[in-house]
């Protein structure tokens, strides 16, 4: 059971332009939702992350937008740059006793092109 | 300061071998976890210690995956009679009671199952 969705599988977008990743969940129980970028032999490393207690959360060029009733979140990366091409993965988690383990989406390889 | 690191940073073993996996989590942290990353897919949870304690190993996938924390610092994974299926990244990931949700992820080790 695939608790976590994230699309498009692959991105491509201009240098400059926006990136727009989608997930959607099925637990309402989540109450934590990070965005984790991922470079070729490295683990991954938190970017941003909201609570849904808010619609949306802005970090420099990114921005995470929340939509509760929907059960949905997406990750904005504004002004694209090359260095941004990396897999970006969404996530949730709810807390349980000090247990905050993150049920991941599937990623999205995002490449920047000139 | 110093991150969390992994060791090896590859395995190469042959079916049926006993293979141990290390983790030192960042200084203090006293939440860790282990999540398993199969090639382009989303960290899967295996366990998550609080402490020296296993608080949860629901997403260890069977019997012949086995971890320890003894000191509530170092962790080791130990995985028996490795199965080619068991080919992944295995990450570990540290985590503050201080900053909820937030973990840092080590870069991982690759092991291969030939």
């Known amino acids: 059971q695939q608790q976590v969705k994230q699309s498009p599988q692959s991105l491509i977008v201009q240098k400059g332009g926006i990136s727009i990743i989608n997930c959607a969940y099925e637990?309402?129980?989540?109450?934590?939702f990070p965005w984790y970028q991922q470079f070729p032999g490295k683990g991954p490393a938190l970017l941003i992350a909201i609570r849904p207690d808010v619609s949306e959360k802005k970090e420099g060029r990114f921005t995470i937008s929340f939509n509760k009733s929907a059960k949905q979140f997406s990750l904005h990366i504004m002004d694209s740059q090359p260095g941004d091409s990396a897999t970006y993965f969404c996530?949730?988690?709810?807390?349980?006793?000090?247990?905050?383990?993150?049920?991941f989406g599937t990623g999205t390889r995002l490449t920047i092109i000139p | 300061g110093a991150g969390v690191s992994q060791t090896p940073s590859n395995k190469v073993t042959e079916k049926g071998k006993y293979v141990e996996l290390r983790c030192d989590p960042i200084?203090?942290?006293?939440?860790l976890y282990w999540y398993r990353q199969s090639l382009g897919q989303g960290p899967e949870f295996l366990i998550y210690f609080q402490g020296t304690g296993a608080a949860d190993d629901s997403g260890l996938p069977n019997d012949r995956f086995f971890a320890v924390r003894p000191e509530g610092s170092v962790s080791t994974l130990k995985i028996q009679r490795t199965e080619r299926g068991d080919s992944a990244v295995y990450l570990c990931?540290?985590?503050?009671?201080?900053?909820?949700?937030?973990?840092?992820f080590g870069p991982g080790t690759r092991l291969t199952v030939l």
């Open positions: 996530a949730a988690s709810m807390r349980n006793f000090g247990n905050e383990k993150l049920t």
């Open positions: 200084s203090g942290h006293t939440a």
């Open positions: 637990n309402t129980a989540f109450d934590y």
């Open positions: 990931a540290s985590g503050s009671a201080d900053a909820r949700g937030t973990q840092y």
